[in-house]
Structures are given as structure tokens and as C-alpha cells.
């Protein structure tokens, strides 16, 4: 059972928590501009265990930013310390598993550098790499232009702590869309990127996914057919990715996913 709440953290945040009796909890950071609800169709797969989905400010049911944070740009480890404030909020134990999506990804890894005590493992879905975030051209603002109440990103500042952070030891998943994504953008979107062509900027995609699982030392499993929203496409292969990484931190052994589970669950371990 899911019970929905606002969290003070200097400004009321939506949570959802839902409580099991595994021994490590979940805990789910959205994409850029992300609502919560990203996670639906995965936590179900994860009922043993307890938990947490959240809105950043000005995401989802969050309330905005007040006035005199709205036009101060926030780094990754800005919002990385503002998920400690809430788990703290919510008392959840700890260590847990630290799930995160694109940019929340980015995110996860910040928290496992800042917050490596609280860490018992990462699972980074399509993360946004950094040589995407380096080049980004989105809006600044997390939720758009229109949401002032939203965050404003401090991209230099992002990967300055990306580019220092350090991070202990710990059983980690990058899993990666599957190849060809980028070549499926609409031409209005592909020419954001020009002059990269598609297929260079998917080669460029899994390459980064790649270094990532290097840098960490994790364990790379590329979908068979989703695309950047693995959450919603291919739920249960976030649900295996996550378990797999549960049992690793619970028998201290490296992560391991059996070639059948992930078969079933349309994915592959592509050799690092």
C-alpha cells in the first residue's frame, strides 16, 4: 500500500512511500522535468520491498520554489543533498538502492559520492552522459521556461562535481536503452544535433554507457527494444536490474543477473 505525503524540506515536496519487508529500500529519482509517476509501472514489480518516489520543486504535485531560490541555479549535488533531507524527513533506513533515470541518474551518482554511507547500490537507467550533459541544449529551467517555479541547472557547476566526485565500492547497474534509439528522432528533433548525425550520436550514446559501467565498476545491460524511458518500456527489466543489485549488496558478491532472467526480461550483458 502507497501512502502520498508532502515532506518540508525548507519547501513541501510530494513523496510516495510503500512499505515492504526487504531487507534494503528503493529509492526512485526522476528524469529532468519528471513527475514521479515515471516509476508506476515499476514498483509494483518491487512490492517486497519498501519504496520512495518524489517530485522535485515545481515537478509534479511539489510545491514551487520559493522566491528566493527560483532564479539560483542548483547543481546535481544541490538536489542530490535535498533527497538526503527528504529520505531524513521520511526516516527511511539505511543503506539503500539509489534508482535514477537520464538526468536523475546523474543525480543517484552524486548521492552515492556525497552520501556513500547511505549507499547500498546504484541502478543508473540511460543515463545522461556526460558528454550530453557538456553539450546540452535543452532550457535551463527543469521544468521549462513557463514553470519559474522549477529549478534552474547549473550545467558548469554539474560537471565539476561529476568530473571530482569519488565513489566507494558498491554493487551498480548502468542499463542502457537499446541501440538504435537516437536514430528513431523526429527530424525537428534530430536537427538539434546536427552536425552529428543520428547514428554517430547513438554510437555516441552507448560509448557513454559504457565508460559509465567502466568508471563504476557496474555491471552493463543493454534493452533489447526500449527506448530512453526503459521505466515505462520494459518495467520489469528495471525490476530485475534492481533486485540483482539488492541481492548483491545483501551476500556481498558483484552483480549477477541470470542470462534466462534477463532473456525473459529482454535485455543482454554485453562484454565490457
Known amino acids: 500500500m502507497r501512502r502520498f505525503e508532502k515532506v518540508d524540506v525548507g519547501y513541501e515536496l510530494a513523496v510516495s512511500v510503500a512499505s515492504g519487508d526487504g531487507p534494503v529500500p528503493v529509492v526512485h529519482v526522476s528524469a529532468l522535468g519528471t513527475a514521479q509517476d515515471q516509476w508506476d509501472q515499476v514498483l509494483p514489480r518491487l512490492y517486497l520491498h519498501t519504496t520512495v518516489t518524489y517530485d522535485r520543486p515545481g515537478i509534479g504535485s511539489s510545491d514551487p520554489l520559493p522566491p528566493q ?26 543503506p539503500h538502492v539509489v534508482v535514477g533515470h537520464s538526468m536523475g541518474a546523474l543525480i543517484a551518482m552524486i548521492y552515492a559520492a556525497r552520501h556513500g554511507l547511505h549507499t547500498a547500490g546504484l541502478v543508473l537507467v540511460d543515463c545522461t552522459t556526460e558528454r550530453h550533459l557538456a553539450d546540452a541544449r535543452w532550457p535551463l529551467r527543469e521544468g521549462g521556461d513557463d514553470n519559474r517555479g522549477s529549478s534552474m541547472l547549473d550545467l558548469p557547476g554539474s560537471i565539476a562535481e561529476l568530473n571530482s566526485a569519488v565513489w566507494q565500492p558498491f554493487p551498480a547497474v548502468v542499463l542502457a536503452s537499446a541501440p538504435g534509439r537516437w536514430t528513431r528522432l523526429a527530424p525537428a528533433d534530430a536537427a538539434e544535433y546536427a552536425p552529428l548525425t543520428l547514428e554517430q550520436l547513438d554510437r555516441q550514446w552507448q560509448e557513454g554507457q559504457r565508460r559509465l559501467a567502466e568508471k563504476l565498476g557496474a555491471l552493463l545491460v543493454v534493452a533489447d527494444w526500449a527506448g530512453h524511458h526503459v521505466a515505462t518500456d520494459q518495467p520489469e527489466l528495471v525490476a530485475g536490474c534492481v533486485s540483482a543489485v539488492i541481492a548483491a549488496a545483501c551476500d556481498g558478491r558483484p552483480v549477477a543477473i541470470p542470462s534466462a532472467q534477463l532473456r525473459y526480461a529482454g535485455g543482454s550483458c554485453p562484454a565490457l
Request: aromatic letters at 4%.
Open 69 to 94: 531560490l527560483v532564479d539560483r541555479p542548483r547543481t546535481l549535488g544541490a538536489f542530490a543533498d535535498e533527497l538526503r533531507a527528504v529520505i531524513d524527513k521520511l526516516a527511511i533506513d539505511s
